[in-house]
């Protein structure tokens, strides 16, 4: 009877902790972007570079876009037509800039699973992204796909370049030097005055 509530306290002490809000300063920066381009996706079987098109999908959330340095977390898809599609949990580290809307840089790693091509290039690939971000939601990125996370072979090599719009960052995130032409009232996290 004692180790029983025991168990109820804790659980009753985490359950508190777990489920106590505090009051918010902040709202959170948003991503949603898409994008088409080029890829090339090198297969260690055949041993031949399969050049692809490539279109990606991106969604997530960071920090406040308030700060200097936003962090958050992304989900991407990457379907190449020809090959098959990749699927990506990254970390996203972004300047304030881009994820309000305007210029600034933004750098994706991650983890991606890939299912096509029963492995010939690459299960378990590491993905980097450099996103450069100017005003409108406009992205130009460079990607690249390496190792395998399984440790055994055959390793990931690939690249692929992208255009695209961030749909969040065209509207709700949008301020800074796009807002002369179309003022953006009330932006998430509010308008960050220039320093």
Partial sequence: MR???RL???????????????R???????FLS???????QHDAIAQRDNKAGAISFAL????SPANR????????????PTLGTDLGLNIRAASGGFARG???LALDVGPGFRAWGNGDSGKWPVQARIVGGAPWGIELSVGGDFYNL???????????????????????MRQGSSERYWENRHPVGGHVRPE
């Fill in 3 to 5: 180790s029983l509530a």
């Fill in 8 to 22: 109820a306290i804790f659980v009753s002490a985490i359950a508190s902790l777990t489920l106590f809000a505090g």
């Fill in 24 to 30: 918010a300063h902040a709202e959170p920066s948003s």
């Fill in 34 to 40: 898409v994008a088409g381009g080029w890829s090339l």
């Fill in 60 to 63: 997530g959330v960071g920090s």
């Fill in 69 to 80: 340095l936003v962090l958050g977390g992304l989900f991407r898809l990457t379907t190449y």
């Fill in 102 to 104: 305007d210029y600034g």
């Fill in 150 to 172: 399984t440790g055994d072979g055959p390793y990931t090599r690939g690249i692929n370049i992208l255009v695209g719009v961030d749909l969040l960052r065209l509207t709700i």
